[in-house]
């Protein structure tokens, strides 16, 4: 069953393309995102809700239970009968399958379903890279704790333990011993954002040092063209929870023949033709060793940091990507921008969130709380990506924007009763 509803005041012309948005996310992470889009296509969307506040953006939505890919074909026919759709477009991670499937029944561009299956399965991720020769850490799935210890014991300690159909770190962990394997394989093997499960449902894999980061890229007829590079920011260990992002528009990386040979190796392996994907690398001693690959733009306002350090849109390159269009990714400036995201220190009840804007630095740019009065907070292993608020900031000194961000909960602090387990 589907209903629709009927919005004209997009910020694009009425007789621009139209591009099929399926799913629309978390508002405070990725409204950005259709308020860019909506300037260059008409947004319709194809959502299990009911739209809200996507209608600012969107020419019209369609409520369809978008994991019944029947009913997903069904409303989107009735769309592609009136209007000039032109690709199928999503940054969800649990809607990028049924995305792939559903360009490819209408015709439109994307990369096959089997692609975007093989990044979904981080098991076959590194089965297909490891046939193509693109180096890979040792891993083993496994679906006990015995096939785990096991597996442990032949890489070595310490190991990675994660889910096989990860997404946001949810599940993954460091394990430096026998016990703390067999305590950790539970969250490993829990259900995760209604994302798929497997028989053999963990991964054991080897410990990667060094720092991390992600690139994301946009694909157009196979070629491979990075749009973003952003140096990780974790929080402590076991765990491996993001806490921030800095993106230099002029980060040497950007020029590493190694790396960006690798990223170009890793798609071309895996069969991308056009899209968008966000890639997390290890810099190991040994040369960059791909974490995973996801078939999306990155999360985490990745690419709006991206757009505030270099004027280029990576959201709109990726929107074009889905439609078979070859975006200009040309810089127009060359700043830092990095976020700081806030998480509580312990199960709590937030009382209120205060801003104190009296004690930015000269290049904080803006701050976002995403708790109201009276939301609980938890920490890992129960929740991985409860915060409250963010920090955000740019500037040309690369050293004074992350000064500025140095200690981000003084900036906006929470005010929070703790709460028994």
Not at 41 to 66: F, H, K, M, N, P
Not at 124 to 129: E, G, H, I, K, Q
Not at 140 to 150: D, M
Request: some cysteine.
């Amino acid at each position: 069953m589907t209903e629709q509803a009927v919005h004209s005041s997009g910020a694009a012309a009425q007789d621009a393309p139209v591009l099929l948005l399926v799913g629309s996310g978390y508002r405070p992470y990725r409204e950005y995102i259709l308020a860019a889009v909506s300037k260059h296509y008409r947004l319709w969307l194809l959502d299990s809700a009911e739209a809200s506040w996507q209608l600012a953006y969107c020419a019209g939505a369609t409520r369809v239970d978008t994991r019944d890919p029947e009913a997903m074909l069904a409303a989107a026919r009735v769309v592609v009968d009136s209007l000039p759709v032109v690709g199928a477009f999503t940054y969800d991670e649990s809607q990028v399958l049924f995305c792939a499937r559903l360009a490819e029944d209408l015709g439109l561009p994307g990369s096959p379903p089997d692609t975007i299956v093989a990044c979904r399965d981080k098991a076959a991720t590194r089965s297909v890279l490891t046939a193509a020769g693109v180096p890979q850490p040792a891993s083993h799935t496994v679906s006990t704790v015995a096939e785990a210890l096991a597996a442990a014991d032949r890489i070595g300690y310490p190991v990675i333990i994660k889910p096989r159909s990860m997404a946001g770190s949810c599940g993954v962990m460091r394990v430096d011993d026998p016990q703390q394997l067999t305590e950790a394989f539970a969250g490993a093997d829990g259900d995760f954002l209604g994302l798929p499960r497997h028989e053999r449902n963990v991964l054991v894999e080897e410990f990667l040092t060094g720092p991390e980061i992600s690139v994301d890229a946009v694909i157009h007829d196979g070629e491979v063209t990075p749009t973003v590079l952003a140096r990780k920011r974790l929080g402590p260990e076991p765990y491996f929870v993001e806490t921030g992002h800095d993106v230099d528009a002029g980060d040497p990386l950007l020029e590493d023949t190694e790396l960006i040979g690798q990223l170009r190796d890793i798609h071309r392996a895996l069969g991308f033709v056009h899209g968008a994907t966000h890639s997390e690398f290890k810099l190991t001693p040994k040369g960059p060793r791909l974490v995973e690959v996801n078939a999306r733009l990155g999360g985490e306002l990745i690419p709006y940091l991206g757009r505030l350090a270099s004027g280029a849109d990576a959201a709109v390159a990726a929107a074009h990507a889905a439609a078979g269009r070859k975006a200009d990714f040309t810089p127009s400036f060359r700043r830092t921008a990095a976020v700081r995201f806030l998480a509580p220190e312990q199960l709590c009840e937030a009382i209120e969130v205060i801003v104190h804007e009296d004690r930015f630095g000269p290049t904080v740019r803006e701050t976002g709380v995403t708790v109201a009065p009276g939301g609980r907070l938890a920490v890992p292993p129960v929740a991985f990506l409860a915060r409250y608020g963010h920090v955000i900031a740019v500037g040309d000194d690369r050293e004074q924007v992350l000064a500025d961000l140095e200690e981000p909960e003084r900036l906006v602090e929470l005010r929070a009763r703790a709460l028994a387990d």
